[in-house]
């Protein structure tokens, strides 16, 4: 991101942030109450921030207070991945946020491990076309890594118009899968913009990603691995797929290999795999789509319980925001899009696919230059981005910027039992596991979860015995 497209007119708007808009909240965002949403005390906020008058983009955003002490608490902005899927149906209604769907997809229920015990919360949908974020110039509909970046940074700017008492706030950035590229790609261009611009600077304090893409070339072979680790193919695919595929000519747009051994035992696994398996939690039973949809139309319950995780909650999360209620609630869909809210975007978006083969390790590395505390975690079901690509990617890291062991590997605990495994380089770079979660960390394992985001904004460790030590105001978690 050049830091030259630091126009003249960005920096007035900065400098309008700095001296107007007092410290109060956009009282025509404020969500009054969600339908079916139980009484919380917190305040909630939704709506649009405009990005480019010119071309009418726009992004729709939804921040949660935290539920004390507000004022005093940082704000952390969560991505979803994708590319292209939404950040406000993922993290904020089906993980980390104050409520979950109901079964029946027509109310909400309170999510008790909720991240705004311990933060302010921002959700944004990301790029346009996702959600209910868009533009009316068809080709910008059209984009990849870089313009992304540069759209969350300009929308930065402006959202911090409308609140400007956090223009000065901690602020930690968030995310999983693809967020991978997102959020290390966002802090790049923040750090640009606070290596020119002298009257306003984001106060950055860490980044924390979970099961992230960071190098396809280690990602891609790690996922069958795990397959075959897990019991998931025989040794015959496994041991092929480990011995005569040559990952390092992987891309997400042309898997294949020049191998016809490797091509074929690519297809048998894909084949096993995909079939029977969520491979976003390989312990998890599947929802049956057709199924639920048709209980849905008739207001049954379709709540399906599978290791104590609702695996049907995305569905009845997609029925719920497509009610019309809903969406005037949330202050969405103001242009009547001329399709239905979905999870990711289909036949709307067109993302540059090739980008997802840029490894993200050099700029986590000026990342990290930076003084900037970055965590990696992974939950250890997950087969999409398995752990084990992502603790070899963050060992190398640490060896290449001569980071010292600073915690050994080893368990970390959350209420007497084994929360998962963790270890710290160099006092900055941190890689944890969390025992039995999904790709999708704070849905599988919400406790768990809420635990090690409160210790990563604190700047604290996590518990390496089974009796930490409570301070007041440490009861959420």
């Known amino acids: 991101m050049a830091v030259r497209r630091l126009s003249a007119v ?14 109060g909240y956009p009282a025509e965002d404020l969500v009054v109450r ?57 993290g904020a209604f089906t993980e980390l946020g104050p ?3 109901l079964g029946d997809g027509r109310g909400l229920r309170k999510n008790t491990q909720s991240w705004n015990k311990a933060s302010n919360l921002l959700f944004v949908e990301s790029p346009a076309g996702v959600g209910w974020s868009y533009s009316n110039t068809t080709s910008d509909y059209t984009t990849n890594d870089a313009q992304t970046a540069w759209d969350m940074y300009t929308f930065f700017i402006e959202w911090y118009k409308k609140f400007p008492s956090f223009v000065s706030r901690e602020l930690f950035l968030t995310g999983e899968s693809y967020a991978g590229h997102y959020i290390p790609q966002l802090a790049v261009a923040l750090l640009n913009h606070n290596e020119q611009c002298t009257d306003f600077k984001f106060n950055i304090k860490g980044l924390a990603i979970g099961n992230p893409l960071l190098n396809i070339d280690r990602d891609a072979p790690a996922v069958y691995e795990y397959y075959w680790s897990h019991g998931m193919l025989s040794d015959e695919i496994g041991l092929t797929l480990m011995s005569d595929c040559n990952f390092e000519d992987y891309t997400i747009t042309s898997p294949h290999n020049e191998s016809k051994a490797c091509n074929d035992a690519l297809l048998k696994a894909s084949h096993i795999i995909t079939q029977y398996i969520n491979d976003y939690d390989v ?8 199924i639920v949809e048709q209980e849905l139309r008739m207001k049954k319950t379709v709540t399906k319980m599978s290791n104590g995780v609702d695996v049907c909650m995305s569905f009845e999360r997609c029925f719920y925001f497509n009610l019309p209620e809903v969406q005037h609630a949330l202050h969405a869909n103001r242009t009547m899009l001329p399709y239905s809210w979905t999870m990711c975007s289909t036949g709307v978006l067109n993302y540059t696919e090739s980008d997802g083969n840029i490894n993200m390790i050099p700029l986590l590395k000026r990342i990290l230059k930076s003084r900037i505390p970055v965590w990696i975690y992974s939950g250890d079901q997950d087969s999409v981005v398995p752990l084990l690509g992502s603790r070899s990617l963050v060992r190398e890291m640490a060896q290449d910027l001569e980071f010292n062991i600073s915690v050994p590997y080893g368990v970390w605990f959350h209420k ?19 025992r039995g979660a999904s790709h999708l960390v704070p849905y599988a394992q919400p406790s768990r979860a809420l635990r090690m985001f409160t210790s990563f904004i604190r700047g604290a460790r996590l518990p390496n015995d089974t009796h930490p030590s409570i301070s007041p105001g440490d009861s959420p978690i």
Not at 10 to 23: A, D, F, H, K, Y
Not at 71 to 90: A, Q, R, V
């Open 416 to 434: 007497g039992q084994v929360g998962g495994w963790v270890t710290e380089y160099g006092n900055l770079l941190t890689f944890a596991t969390v």
């Open 34 to 90: 969600l339908p079916g949403q139980p009484y919380v005390s917190f305040k909630q906020y939704a709506g649009y921030v405009d990005l480019d008058l010119r071309t009418g983009k726009s992004f729709f955003y939804y921040f949660v207070e935290a539920d004390n002490d507000a004022d005093h608490k940082p704000l952390t902005l969560w991505l979803n991945g994708g590319p292209g899927c939404s950040s406000i149906g993922g």
């Open 283 to 290: 312990t998890l039973d599947v929802c049956y789509p057709s």
């Open 99 to 101: 409520f979950f769907p």
């Open 10 to 23: 960005v920096m007035v708007v900065v400098m309008v942030v700095l001296v107007g808009g007092g410290s």
